[in-house]
Nanobody, 126 residues
Framework: QLQLVESGGDLVQPGGSLRLSCAAS????????IGWFRQAPGKEREGVSC????????YYAGSVKGRFTVSRTNAKNTVYLQMNSLQPEDTAVYYC???????????????????WGQGTQVTVSS
């Protein structure tokens, strides 16, 4: 059973940076996709970014492109989300999620994912 644990959420001022981590264990497949999602109170869950284990290809939502960077360790068991130039509208609970596939197409869609972490709170406020 694949397990995902997020960490790194915090309170940060506008313009600041944070790095979230997603530690994954229990893989049953050689290929998988890991995504980052966020959900603010009263809003729908939003796909932020995702990365393929096969080729390292990355996808980003338009709202974070150029500010957020997703990456993985060489062992591929930890995925990071580097968030720069944070704004109050980035405030949300951030989740990492995974599904087993060699293809990352559509990986910003939450319903493609079978495994979810518990979430970590990111608050951007002065």
């Amino acid at each position: 059973q694949l397990q995902l644990v997020e960490s790194g959420g915090d309170l940060v001022q506008p313009g600041g940076s944070l790095r979230l981590s997603c530690a994954a264990s229990g893989f049953t497949s050689d290929y998988y996709v890991i995504g980052w999602f966020r959900q603010a109170p009263g809003k729908e869950r939003e796909g932020v970014s995702c990365i393929s284990s096969l080729d390292g290809y990355t996808y980003y939502a338009g709202s974070v492109k150029g500010r957020f960077t997703v990456s993985r360790t060489n062992a591929k068991n930890t995925v990071y989300l580097q968030m720069n130039s944070l704004q109050p509208e980035d405030t949300a609970v951030y989740y990492c999620a995974a599904f087993e596939s060699a293809a990352a197409m559509g990986c910003l869609r939450w319903y493609k994912y079978d495994y979810w972490g518990q979430g970590t709170q990111v608050t951007v406020s002065s």
